[in-house]
């Protein structure tokens, strides 16, 4: 069975640019999670999205968005590029409930 | 506000030493509780999952304990390996959500 799967893995953007990443979750899976890991703040929660429904949002700001379609496929989108925003984004997908399995993570890195 | 904790940060063992890895959580109404693992790089790969009806999980070398009375949950490696080497997350998740509270992790080195 394959796993989540998230494009591109690396990607180099320049300050002020727009990205669109892409995560693919294992079939049957409904529910897809995004999170972003920096060495200084770990893991921290983005946006959640079931059955293309946005159930719950972390601490961003309105530069990160998200959606889901039908196939249950998600993107994240973050406009108006910052430094900060270089981190490794992680895509989770369950049923709704129970465990949750990670994608390998797509690589952005902001010049 | 869910708060997970793991200390110590870093771990550095000879092999085949038995460890005991710790997570701290503030809500005891947590839904269950994930443990992970992260290679440099890489994604997470889940280990174990316990629902907060249960007590414990066992995978192999790895046993997952939790304690919602506590706010602890503990994970087990026996006999490690160089291989074990990684960095071990746990999570938690509170009902209604999928959303998951990381701990900051805690790196693990095994030395031959």
């Known amino acids: 069975k394959a796993g989540v799967t998230q494009t591109p893995r690396y990607l180099i953007k320049t300050r002020g640019q727009q990205v669109t990443l892409s995560c693919s979750p294992i079939s049957g899976h409904r529910s897809v999670s995004w999170y972003q890991q920096t060495p200084g703040q770990g893991l921290q929660f983005l946006f959640e999205y079931f059955s293309e429904t946005q159930r719950n949002k972390g601490n961003f700001p309105g530069r990160f968005s998200g959606r889901q379609f039908s196939n249950s496929r998600s993107e994240m989108n973050v406009s108006t590029l910052e430094l900060g925003d270089s981190a490794l984004y992680l895509c989770a997908s369950s049923l709704g409930w129970g465990e949750a399995f990670f994608g390998q993570g797509t690589r952005l890195t902001v010049v | 506000k869910q708060e997970v904790t793991q200390i110590p940060a870093a771990l550095s063992v000879p092999e085949g030493e038995n460890l005991v890895l710790n997570c701290s959580f503030t809500d005891s109404a947590i839904y269950n509780l994930q443990w992970f693992r992260q290679d440099p790089g890489k994604g997470l790969t889940s280990l174990l999952l316990i629902q907060s009806s249960q007590r414990e999980q066992t995978s192999g070398r790895l046993n997952a304990s939790l304690d919602k009375s506590s706010g602890r949950s503990t994970l087990y490696i026996a006999a490690s390996q160089p291989g074990d080497s990684a960095t071990y997350l746990c999570?938690?998740?509170?009902?209604?959500?999928?959303?998951?509270?990381f701990g900051k992790g805690m790196k693990l080195t095994v030395n031959p």
């Open positions: 999570a938690g998740k509170q009902g209604g959500s999928e959303k998951l509270v």
